[in-house]
């Protein structure tokens, strides 16, 4: 069965620390992984996806099968980047399925 | 483009009672998805639907179903409410439900049901 955990429901650094936001999955295929964040009253939306292998807002993401993991990272975290992210796993039939999210706060 | 949008933004609804949320894809989108998400987690996988036709569906009780119509809009229809149906409910859409291939998802702001 899918599963996605973030184990950390809470995240906070300080303004220009490296910030790391764990992600593990659970899929026995080839799953798509994603991180969608939510900034304070607006709207869940993609930040990243790893078969982009892009960089989003200085975020990185890979995608380790190895270790089933697809941790986010960001090497100087701003105050901006306070949001809530999730990780999402698809099963190339746009299932999505989401963990439980971590919210992420960034002190001045 | 106001981009996805629902509606009502609020409900409050009673014990048994049914409800029918409503979504309306960005222009073009032929895909749209629903999502339940209790405080505190994050969004549950309901339906996935394209050109009418229900592509996917997540592990709810057959009290959850779903439509779609020519336009691409779609409704969530909830039967024989629960306390435990409380919940806010998202909409998503895609340009298109291609199978073997994931689009992205662009989110409505949510539709949140209170059930007493």
Known sequence: AQRVTQPEKLLSVFKGAP???????????????????????QRLQLLLRHISRESIKGFTADLNKGETSFHLKKPFAQEEDSAMY?????????KFYFGSGTKLNVKP | DAG?????????????????LRCSPISGHKSVSWYQQVLGQGPQFIFQYYEKEERGRGNFPDRFSARQFPNYSSELNVNALLLGDSALYL????????RGSTDTQYFGPGTRLTVL
Not at chain 1, 19 to 41: I, T
Not at chain 1, 86 to 94: D, K, M, P, T
Not at chain 2, 4 to 20: E, Y
């Open chain 1, 19 to 41: 910030v790391e936001l764990k992600c593990n999955y659970s899929y026995s295929g080839s799953p798509e992984l994603f991180w969608y964040v939510q900034y304070s009253r």
């Open chain 2, 4 to 20: 996805v949008t629902q509606s009502p933004t609020h409900l409050i609804k009673t014990r048994g009672q049914q409800v029918t």
């Open chain 2, 91 to 98: 909409c998503a859409s895609s340009l298109a439900g291609v």
């Open chain 1, 86 to 94: 999730y990780c999402a796993l698809s099963n190339n039939f746009n």
